[in-house]
């Protein structure tokens, strides 16, 4: 029996973005909070999550004195694995080798001797960093400094093994292979892991920057004008609009290629190495333009098919790679029941190609499949080293926050009208039946980057506006992109493919075709070019009152789902106290808030303005016909 802090640090040479916590007690998961929620800013880049701590802590009633460990999802000493690429970069650098072969009669001096001043900087910088992280002694003293009163010792695990960790442990799988891809670890951007007896993970596959799937997706994201690192699935969302045009895939085939041997997007990565092995995104973009012969589109420039055909063309290679990867595995191992972790295992069109290969028995992807989920898979892989057993399911992510004070009393405060209805799931399936939006606050938050029945925004799925709707004065952002359902978990065979009554998918990570005769009336939750969609079942022992609310609606509609969407604004983390969730509120046009059961109702309109469902109405009807 264990308490294990899992932490992704967030700053210094730790994985500087997403910094979270997550608290481990006797293998099981009992508080996890990203540090965003608390700072307000996307990712929370460079800050130690230290009021993620401190939830953590509160939560099972505990202090730091009472840990048996700290995880680090990060290795101070792997992180000296990349020196050699490093080194070989400024060696190779642009200006030395120019400088090695010019004429000695013709060097210009004051040139080279810049040219020699910055090479020294860039070589003293690598140096700097070195000294810093040249063991994991040295780092846990940096970490312990931030933890006064910390008695326990610090264990620093792999950032592939803690996102392996953090999908193979809850599965569930007897017998489970994972599969990390995304940027970058230490060194890793890919690696194969399998399970042996007592949770220990043996990792028998590793691939190492430059071939990183992750940046190449990051690269023409920023191309597409999304910006890397947060706009991934708007890329993925527009793929299907495209079409096979053998101009961008071609192009793009000087670049990247796909072989017996597996992948390789190296041409393209290796030129746009920071000196720190980041992605310049900046040079990657000029790259690509130079490639497709255009300009990169601006954030806010209409998307033309010629984007359309980009996207579709990134996405392709990207399932083709990861397909081809899990494929060759598969030769070796047998059929897989496969665990998938990493940032590029948030691409839900990518895992349902994976979920339908034969090669895979099962596939299970972790909810918190980005960064974030270092801090869940460390600890776990922790627990497990300690001796706990950390194989339990994880059926809902609800392990942050719960309501930072009493609504009631803060909407009394404020001299806000309320209503506290005795059935609150029943109202609420009316507002939404009567075509307003909801946004939904009950219990305690969700974990990652999906709202899950936590904090959520509601609407109707049956009509064709309601996803321009609450894209445009809701969310307020681009028009077109998709929205996914909460599903009735015992009611998802009727409504989607490939689903049986067992079957689990509560995270909003992988995406599932809607069945033909279903497809027609939830179109606010089908994306229009493919027939997909993204959804959560929904079960009651694990969400009961937000299953309520479902059920309700499907008495009323005969629809067994609703679509959900994260409750927060563009480019806002989810919200998290009570008084962001009404500010929220009242600056966008939702109708009605739903505090922990308390209920705020807006006296407005009894649902949208005509004016304004006919504008999204028009735009739905546009977006379909493309």
């Known amino acids: 029996m264990s308490a294990v802090l899992g932490i992704n640090p967030g700053f210094g040479g730790f994985n500087y973005h997403d910094p979270s916590a997550c608290l481990v007690v006797d293998g099981r998961p009992v508080a996890a909070v990203e540090e965003e929620r608390f700072t307000r800013v996307k990712s929370a880049p460079g800050v130690f999550p230290a009021r993620s701590v401190a939830y953590c802590l509160e939560a099972a009633g505990m202090t730091l004195a009472d840990l048996d460990a700290v995880a680090v999802g990060y290795s101070s000493d792997a992180w000296l694995e990349r020196l050699p690429l490093e080194t070989r970069r400024l060696i190779s650098h642009p200006e030395l080798t120019t400088l090695a072969d010019t004429d000695p009669e013709h060097v210009d001096v004051p040139h080279a001797r810049e040219a020699l001043a910055a090479a020294t900087r860039r070589f003293g910088d690598l140096m700097h960093r070195t000294s810093l992280f040249e063991t994991e002694q040295r780092a846990a003293r940096r970490i312990a400094e931030h933890l006064p009163g910390l008695r326990a010792e610090i264990r620093f695990v792999r950032h592939h093994r803690a996102h392996a960790a953090s999908a193979v442990h809850p599965s569930g799988f007897r017998n489970p292979t994972a599969v990390v891809l995304d940027g970058l670890g230490e060194l890793e951007c890919g690696s194969a892991w399998a399970a042996g007896p007592g949770g220990a993970l043996d990792r028998f596959d590793r691939t190492d920057l430059p071939n990183s799937l992750g940046y190449f997706y990051a690269a023409v994201t920023e191309y597409l004008g999304f910006r890397g690192w947060e706009g991934e699935g708007k890329t993925m969302a527009l793929a299907p609009y495209g079409r096979p045009d053998p101009a961008a895939s071609g192009a793009l085939d000087t670049l990247v290629h796909l072989d017996e041997k597996g992948y390789d997007v190296s041409a393209l990565v290796l030129p746009c190495l920071t000196d720190q092995l980041s992605l310049d995104t900046g040079l990657a973009v000029r790259t690509l333009s130079e490639v497709f012969q255009a300009p ?13 055909n980009i996207a579709w063309a990134a996405q392709h290679f990207l399932e083709e ?12 191992r047998g059929p897989l029941e496969l665990c998938f972790a990493g940032g590029v295992a948030l691409n839900c069109k ?21 960064d974030t989920g270092l801090a869940l898979g460390a600890a776990l892989d922790v627990a497990a080293r300690l001796g706990d057993s950390p194989a339990h399911p994880l059926p809902h992510l609800a392990l942050g926050p719960a309501a930072d004070t009493d609504p009631g009393a803060y909407l009394t405060t404020m001299k806000i009208p309320y209503e506290r209805p005795a059935d609150v799931a029943r109202e ?19 974990f990652g980057p999906r709202a899950l029945g936590s904090r959520s925004i509601l609407a109707d799925p049956r009509r064709e ?14 028009l077109w992109r998709p929205f996914g359902p909460s599903v009735l978990a015992e009611e998802a065979p009727a409504v989607l493919e490939d689903v049986e009554e067992d079957t689990e998918a509560p995270y909003m990570v992988v995406a599932y075709r809607v ?36 059920s309700a609606f499907h008495r009323l509609t005969g629809v067994p789902l609703v679509l959900n969407t994260s409750f927060n604004d ?57």
């Open 515 to 550: 069945r033909e005769e279903w497809a027609a009336r939830i179109p606010a939750v089908v994306h229009t070019a493919d027939n997909t969609t993204r959804p959560q079942l929904v079960r009651r022992a694990a969400l009961p009152e937000y299953h309520a609310v479902i």
């Open 350 to 370: 990518l895992n349902l190609v994976l979920r339908t290969l034969p090669e895979v028995e099962r596939l299970y992807v972790t909810g918190a499949c980005a």
């Open 570 to 626: 563009k480019n806002e983390p989810l919200v998290r106290t009570v008084a962001e969730a009404v500010r929220h509120f009242f600056s966008s046009a939702a109708d009605v808030l739903v505090l922990d059961g308390t209920v705020v109702r807006k006296d407005v309109r009894e649902a949208a303005p005509e004016s304004v469902r006919k504008d999204a109405r028009e735009a739905a009807q546009e977006e379909g016909a493309r």
């Open 296 to 308: 990169p589109r601006r954030a806010g420039d209409d998307i033309t098919p010629h984007h359309e």
């Open 321 to 332: 790679a990861v397909t081809g990867y899990v494929r060759r595995l598969a030769r070796e």
């Open 465 to 478: 506006d309601m996803r321009v709707l609450v894209n445009d004065v809701v969310k307020h952002r681009e």
């Open 428 to 446: 609420v399936a009316q507002h939404l039946a009567d075509g307003r939006v909801v946004m939904w606050y009950q219990g305690r938050a969700e």
